[in-house]
Structure formats: structure tokens, C-alpha cells
């Protein structure tokens, strides 16, 4: 049982690691690599995330350059970053993208943080699902007689700590996000 808790424990820091790659994409009003290295690019007819593609800089707070490795690929990657849903708008001068990161409004400000709640509010259900399976795991050994109700109740009860450990962290981390959005 040992196993399945460890493996519980992995689900749930899956979930936490995932809502971290997602709001550190989620642009604050200051340059990151982050914002744009996972936008999918259309590289010869296959789908390649930037980061494969081009080096990514941050010379200044509110800039981003792009200096892609193959320069045929300037035009598909500035319609990449266009088409993505960040609002940017990319300038090419042949050799690399410019990238300016305009600063925010106070009302995509409020639609960020909604944004963020709701991705915080995603993990949270996932890993309450973890924990419900887990559960539900539980009693199917405790009804098939392989652990005894007392060691029901404590995998139960580790299951619960776990759970409200890594609903804790989803939650500071969203709020640590939203503070860094509503930051002018």
C-alpha cells in the first residue's frame, strides 16, 4: 500500500507541476521566455514548439527576441506568436523576432487572475479525483478482506493529508500568481 501512496503522492505533484508550467505562461507585464517557448510553430509541416526552434532572450523588461537557428522559419514562427491567444504583436527584421510586451490594463488585468482561478480551480478537482480513486481503492481492499477497517481508515486519513498538502500548494500558488498580476 506503501506503493500506491507514492504513487498518489506522484499524481498529485504532476497536477501542481502542471499549474505551474501553465500560469508561467500566462504574461505578468514583464518579459519571460516562458510566455512564448511553448507556442506550437508549423516547422515543414510539423508542429514544434519554439524553444526548439530559436533561442529566446529578455535584453530588456518589456522585450523579447527571437533569433530562430533557421531563418526560413522567421515568417511561421511571427504568425505562431500572432495566432496565439497572448496578444502580442511580433516585428521581424530578417535575422530575429522582436517581441514588445505591452503593458497591462487594469481589465486584462481582472480577466488574467480569472484565467488563473480558473486553472487553479482545475487542479484542484484533478486532484481531488486522485484522491477519490484513492479512496475508493481503499475500501475495495478493506471489502475483499486485504487490509482491516483500521488500516482503511489511516491510508484514508494519509490520503486526506496529502490531498489538503497539495490543495494548500495549488492555492498558494495561484495567489502568488494573481499578486503578481494585479502588481503595477
Not at 42 to 59: E, H, K, M, R
Not at 101 to 125: A, D, F, G, N, S
Not at 138 to 163: A, G, H, I, Y
Amino acid at each position: 500500500m506503501e506503493n500506491r501512496l507514492v504513487d498518489i503522492k506522484e499524481k498529485m505533484q504532476k497536477a501542481l507541476a502542471k499549474l505551474q508550467n501553465d500560469l508561467a505562461t500566462i504574461r505578468t507585464g514583464r518579459a519571460t521566455p516562458a510566455l512564448v517557448e511553448s507556442i506550437s510553430v508549423d516547422y515543414y509541416g510539423v508542429p514544434t514548439p519554439l524553444n526548439q526552434l530559436a533561442g529566446i532572450s529578455v535584453p530588456e523588461a518589456q522585450l523579447l527576441v527571437i533569433q530562430p537557428w533557421d531563418k526560413q522559419s522567421l515568417s511561421s514562427i511571427e504568425k505562431s506568436i500572432l495566432k496565439s491567444e497572448l496578444g502580442l504583436n511580433p516585428s521581424n527584421d530578417g535575422t530575429v523576432i522582436r517581441v514588445p510586451i505591452p503593458k497591462l490594463t487594469e481589465e486584462r488585468r481582472k480577466e488574467l487572475v480569472r484565467m488563473v482561478k480558473k486553472r487553479v480551480e482545475e487542479e484542484r478537482v484533478v486532484v481531488r479525483n486522485i484522491r477519490r480513486e484513492a479512496i475508493e481503492i481503499t475500501r475495495t481492499l478493506e471489502r475483499n478482506k486485504e487490509v482491516s477497517q483500521d488500516e482503511q481508515r489511516r491510508l484514508q486519513d494519509q490520503v486526506q493529508k496529502l490531498t489538503d498538502k497539495f490543495i494548500g500548494d495549488i492555492d498558494r500558488v495561484g495567489s502568488e500568481k494573481e499578486a503578481e498580476l494585479m502588481e503595477v
